[in-house]
C-alpha cells in the first residue's frame, strides 16, 4: 500500500480470529510481511489509512487471496 502516513491491516485466515497490524512505513511505501501460510490458506483483508489530503481515516473494501 502507498501512503505518506499510517495504514493499518486487517486479516484473517481461515476464518479465524482477526489481526489488526500497523504497517511499516518506508518511502511512502507501507509494508508487512506475514509469515506461517501455507498453500490453500484462504486470507480475507482490508486496510485502514490516514488520507493525508482529506485529512481522516479511510476503510477499504474487503478482499479475498487464496495462497497457492
Known sequence: MRTSSWADVHYT????????IRLRQDAGNNT????????GDVVKYSFTYWDVAK??????AQQTFTMK
Not at 32 to 39: E, N
Open 13 to 20: 485466515v481461515n476464518s479465524g480470529g482477526q489481526q489488526n
Open 55 to 60: 485529512n481522516y481515516a479511510v476503510d477499504t
Open 32 to 39: 508487512y510481511a506475514a509469515g506461517g501460510l501455507k498453500a
